[in-house]
């Protein structure tokens, strides 16, 4: 195999600007992201409702896809692999912030209701 031939798979990157490698990253790291942590929600359920097998199974694939996905990015190069992380990183955030929106929800619905009166 030449290296014309090496070169016509990363045309892709190549081709695109630094910075539009890294948009392009970001937005599929992202979709990653929230795919990753939507199933990491739906694994601890399982998990909790004695589903161990099906958990298991669910964590697996969740982990190989998300290899895979940046797999595939680092293929296309370093920016885009950067840009994949730094998407992974903002749904981790937001992944974040809702779990902590509905924990703070839950602790004030089970708080014991008083009729605090002087």
Do not use: K, Y
Request: aromatic share 6%.
């Amino acid at each position: 195999m030449d290296a014309s031939a090496n070169r016509g798979e990363i045309v892709i990157a190549s081709d695109m600007a630094l910075p539009m490698q890294f948009v392009a990253g970001s937005a599929a790291g992202w979709l990653a992201g929230m795919l990753h942590f939507a199933t990491l929600r739906q694994t601890v359920r399982l998990f909790t409702a004695g589903a161990a097998a099906r958990a298991l199974l669910l964590q697996a694939g969740r982990l190989a896809l998300l290899a895979l996905i940046f797999f595939a990015l680092a293929r296309l190069g370093a920016w885009t692999l950067l840009g994949g992380a730094a998407g992974l990183l903002l749904a981790r955030r937001g992944a974040l912030r809702r779990n902590a929106r509905e924990a703070a929800r839950e602790v004030v619905r089970r708080a014991p209701q008083t009729d605090a009166q002087p």
